[in-house]
């Protein structure tokens, strides 16, 4: 079994999440763009990418409850080639001096050399479990847990893209930050947990739309499972555009990335790709085909940075 690093919390102390100096709230940004202020749309821009160096974005506000109830205790976690979740655990094992596990999608990564956004991983000290595809569709099974907890010893096992009940609880902060600022509020989603937690800390009256970057339709059960298990039912008000995935996870177009540089351009805004650049393509279009009323504030939550750009399920 896996000892605890010296200078690690015991279990029931905080982790010490708070020496880390997290920019909380983060800042909200106007942003003047004719695309919307012709339609009298208000864009402004929910810069959660500054947050923290290292845990930026949605990923503090996901794995902070989950390292609280982890209390310096190893923690196991799953995630693509590419996550970014498991950057910002193995960063957080870094910084708070606590074990990291990463179990990786696709066994035969295990033989070729680790890609920048696992190298990262590694150097901060996760020990990566590399498995086939079928045994990670099958991550939530008890008995697939049981042979990892058996290899690894006991962990805190926090689910792909942190998106669970605490997760989606942590989330709320952000709605709460949002609250009287604008009448819409926006996000790029991958496992829902965000939108879950960020509508249900919303005030009434105002609403939260989810932009999937992936293809399927499954997110709208994803996200009442979520609200089910950390709120007891449905929570807020929010809604689904399945329309801008690009082609599903991962995806982009020329189209997009040209999109995104014109953004930057005029924003002066370093745009990640897989998530953000969806989400503002998609707010665009929503602008120009009258789905805001005139007098309508949006805000857009950043959830990554340019160097998310690989980034995993959020």
């Known amino acids: 079994m896996p000892t605890t690093p010296p200078d690690a919390p015991v279990p ?22 004719e695309r919307f202020a012709r339609h009298g ?3 402004l821009l929910k ?11 949605n990923k503090w506000r996901k794995l902070a409850p989950n390292l609280r109830a982890a209390a ?22 870094r910084l708070l001096g606590f074990r990291t596990v990463g179990v990786v999608r696709g066994d035969e990564l295990a033989h070729r050399p680790l890609n920048p956004s696992l190298a990262r991983c590694a150097a901060d000290g996760m020990r990566l479990h590399f498995v086939d595809r079928q045994t990670y569709r099958a991550k939530a099974d008890p008995r697939v847990l049981a ?5 690894y010893g006991e962990c805190e096992v926090v689910p792909e893209g942190g998106s669970n009940a605490l997760a989606a609880q942590g989330c709320t902060e952000l709605g709460h930050e949002l609250r009287g600022a604008a ?19 919303l005030a009434p009256g105002q609403r939260a739309l989810g932009i999937p970057v992936l293809r399927g339709g499954f ?49 002066g805004l370093p745009v990640e790709r897989l998530y953000v650049a969806k989400l503002l393509y998609a707010l665009t279009v929503l602008a120009g085909e009258g789905a805001f009323s005139a007098g309508t504030a949006v805000a857009a939550v950043i959830t990554g940075r340019p160097d998310d750009q690989s980034a995993s399920s959020r």
Do not use: K, M
């Not at 042979?147 to 290899?151: D, E, V």
């Not at 009448?183 to 800390?201: F, H, I, K, P, Y």
């Not at 929010?238 to 982009?252: E, N, P, Q």
């Open 12 to 33: 029931g102390q905080d982790p010490g999440l708070s020496r880390l100096q997290p920019v909380l709230p983060s800042p909200l940004q106007p942003a003047e763009d």
């Open 41 to 43: 749309v208000t864009l």
């Open 47 to 57: 810069r959660d990418d500054l947050i923290h160096p290292d845990l930026s974005g």
């Open 72 to 93: 310096g205790r190893p923690v196991l976690t799953f995630g693509g080639a590419y996550s970014n979740h498991l950057r910002a655990t193995a960063a957080a094992g």
């Open 147 to 151: 042979r990892l907890l058996s290899a």
């Open 183 to 201: 009448d819409v509020a926006a996000v790029a989603c991958g496992t829902g947990g965000t939108l879950a937690g960020l509508a249900a800390g």
């Open 219 to 267: 997110l709208g059960d994803a996200v009442r499972d979520l609200q089910q298990e950390a709120f007891g039912g449905p929570a807020g008000a929010w809604s689904l555009d399945d329309r801008f995935h690009f082609g599903g996870y991962a995806r982009t177009t020329p189209a997009l990335h040209a999109f995104a540089d014109d953004f930057e351009d005029r924003h």
